[in-house]
């Protein structure tokens, strides 16, 4: 492992170089296994994109965000590791259709875990290499989330004679804070990638792995706080979600076999001078799919409600006119598919959105759509388009809770909308004649349909006469 504080070597430096480490006397020489050196990259979150950075961080308490403040480079920049380290990400049976996603680490806790911790638990035997990759970045890194959905799942990318491409997805996330603080939590949305490893896993060719930055918020933070009131001293949960522009881990070049060489009194292990033919070997793939298509693949294994297509809002509205359809629009601060979704959105994607009953009604007479505060605030103030403009503004101006639900016509026009608040307010009156929020979510939709079944079927009889 290489020490932290090392500095980033120049990238014309190749990965030979790099892979030169010292050996300890007590550790055993093992030469038999390939090594690759992993690179870590990041740039902190931007604090100005917090909602409480709106009024200063008012009754934030200067050590709480200490943490997050002091996290400027990763805890350590370049580790070494062995190719055989990556078995976990072969497939479970090599008869496993492109897509078909499994499990590295099982998505098994149903309940919440504790949110006053400190120090991760020791990791079991598969849990190991996705702790020592990602406490790259942070040494208090929690594979295990709080909240689900947990674990870390795979899927085959495309295979050759020799190699397996695999695109996986990790939930995990960081404690930034130590005692006499308070926890404070660190939520990235995601951690997705890919890796190109022999069939053994004895030789690894490429690995990426990052946090998704193409939305305006990708990380949710929760810290505890002291609440003094009528006497008597609380612990207090508060939230608030945010941007990060970069957390990335690289493999620098493929994995090599390496030798033993002595300096002096100092004995340190490099490349094999025959290592070097490896990177200009071509992989021919047999059969392979589409980035997207494994991620998408991916993401319906955590969140099940994803079986129902969400378009991003413009496109949705476009299709909804084509299929003559209302819009499903969701609206919320955090990203509906990831885990910078947090409070009244979680109950609403596990519990509602992904039930049989309610993804069979999606998906026969909406189109749906989700989207980020953020987002539609782009599109408003957007000087291009103004159909588009137009589009955001009568989202935004139904906007009034945290996540909002909301039922449109192809033009825009919002004839239901329901927060998650509300839904389940209602549900919880209702409870002692058992009704659950499955069954008002459904409510709420066939309510949409009824109101604007005089539009819809104006605009599908009139395109019967034109015919």
Not at 88 to 108: C, Q, S, T, V
Request: net charge negative.
């Amino acid at each position: 492992m290489i020490a932290r504080g090392h500095t980033v070597p120049d990238m014309a430096v190749t990965s030979i170089s790099i892979l030169e480490e010292e050996v300890s006397q007590s550790s055993p020489l093992d030469l038999s296994e390939e090594k690759f050196s992993m690179m870590a990259r990041f740039q902190p979150l931007l604090r100005e994109t917090m909602s409480k950075s709106n009024n200063g961080f008012l009754g934030v308490s200067h050590l709480t965000l200490s943490g997050l403040r002091n996290w400027t480079v990763p805890d350590e920049v370049l580790r070494l590791f062995s190719a055989r380290q990556f078995f976990i990400f072969l497939p479970p049976k090599e008869e496993l259709e492109l897509g078909e996603p499994w499990w590295i680490i099982p998505n098994e806790l149903e309940e919440h875990l504790p949110s006053n911790r400190f120090y991760p638990p020791r990791s079991s035997r598969r849990e190991d290499l996705i702790y020592k990759l990602l406490s790259m970045f942070h040494p208090r890194l929690f594979v295990k989330t709080r909240f689900g959905p947990r674990g870390t799942v795979a899927c085959l990318m495309a295979t050759s004679d020799l190699y397996y491409a695999v695109a996986f997805r990790i939930h995990a996330e960081f404690q930034l804070n130590e005692p006499p603080l308070l926890p404070f939590w660190f939520s990235p949305g995601q951690f997705t990638g890919r890796i190109i490893l022999s069939k053994d896993s004895s030789h690894v060719r490429d690995f990426k792995l990052f946090v998704p930055n193409h939305k305006p918020l990708n990380v949710e933070m929760e810290w505890l706080y002291q609440d003094e009131e009528n006497g008597n001293s609380s612990s207090e949960l508060d939230v608030d979600i945010g941007y990060l522009p970069q957390m990335e881990l690289e493999s620098w070049g493929p994995s090599v076999l390496t030798e033993i060489h002595k300096k002096g009194k100092i004995t340190y292990r490099r490349p094999c001078d025959q290592s070097s033919q490896l990177v200009s070997e071509d992989i021919v793939w047999q059969q392979e799919i589409s980035w997207e298509k494994a991620a998408w693949q991916l993401g319906v294994a955590m969140y099940p409600f994803l079986k129902v297509t969400y378009l991003p809002p413009i496109k949705a509205f476009e299709q909804a006119r084509t299929e003559n359809k209302l819009v499903h629009s969701i609206v919320l601060w955090g990203s509906l598919d990831d885990q910078s979704c947090f409070g009244p959105g979680q109950g609403l994607r596990d519990i509602v959105l992904g039930n049989s009953l309610i993804l069979t009604l999606l998906k026969n007479s909406f189109i749906s759509s989700w989207s980020q505060v953020h987002e539609l605030h782009e599109i408003q103030n957007n000087q291009d388009n103004e159909s588009h403009q137009k589009l955001a503004e009568l989202l935004l101006e139904k906007y009034d809770s945290p996540v909002k639900m909301l039922l449109c016509l192809p033009n825009g026009t919002v004839v239901h909308d329901l927060s998650a608040d509300d839904l389940y307010q209602v549900s919880e009156e209702r409870s002692s004649g058992l009704v659950h929020p499955v069954m008002v979510y459904k409510q709420f939709l066939q309510e949409g349909l009824f109101r604007a079944r005089p539009f819809l079927h104006r605009k599908a009889g009139s395109s019967c006469e034109r015919n």
